[in-house]
């Protein structure tokens, strides 16, 4: 009985210091937050993300920014209507992050529109070589969850490594 008690101390022993080295391993691990917001609600989270993270922080911005008028959901010929409804759309980016390679792990943030990512968040990842990154998505919404945006990215994009979604209110 004591040899067991013995063993199975060794063993939680060990566990404990595997699961501190993976801790620090990711404590490790270069960070950024990247974000698409037009209304700053993303924006204030992916802040609070990067800070409490310790990550850098990079904003998404379309190359010609989005007016009230076109993210006006219910006008079907507002910008962001077209441009869902097309799911070969890809809003130019004002930028891309020259940087990307220096990065291990990779946080997309935008809000939901039409239950999923907007298609600028398709121009950000196909701008940009994410091969070997953790991806991690947050999403702002008022009322929906990050789940089909997470389903079709990871379906649009196979060989990356999407790891979760998270719908931060």
């Known amino acids: 009985m004591k040899r067991i008690f013995l063993l199975l101390l060794c ?4 566990m404990g210091g595997q699961a501190q080295k ?3 391993n990711i404590k490790d691990m270069k960070t950024i937050v990247t ?7 993303t924006k204030r989270a992916a802040q609070k993300l ?3 993270m310790k990550a850098d922080l990079w904003e998404i911005a379309p190359a010609t920014p989005y007016t009230d008028a076109d993210l006006n959901w ?3 010929q507002s910008r962001s209507s077209v441009e869902m409804a097309d799911k070969s759309s890809r809003p130019a ?3 891309t992050l020259s940087n990307i390679a220096d990065y291990d792990v990779v946080y997309i ?3 939901i529109w039409w239950y999923t990512a907007p298609t600028i968040i398709n121009t950000f990842i196909e701008a940009h070589d994410l091969t070997g990154k953790e991806i991690h998505l947050f999403a702002t919404s008022g009322g929906s ?3 089909k945006a997470l389903k079709e990215l990871k379906a649009a994009y196979p060989k990356y490594n999407f790891v979760d979604a998270k719908l931060m209110r």
């Open 11 to 14: 063993l939680i022993v060990a």
């Open 22 to 24: 993976e801790k620090q």
């Open 35 to 41: 974000y698409f917001s037009c209304t700053n609600n």
């Open 50 to 52: 990067a800070k409490e």
């Open 74 to 76: 219910q006008n079907k």
């Open 93 to 95: 980016i004002k930028d």
């Open 109 to 111: 943030g935008f809000p």
């Open 145 to 147: 969850n990050a789940d």
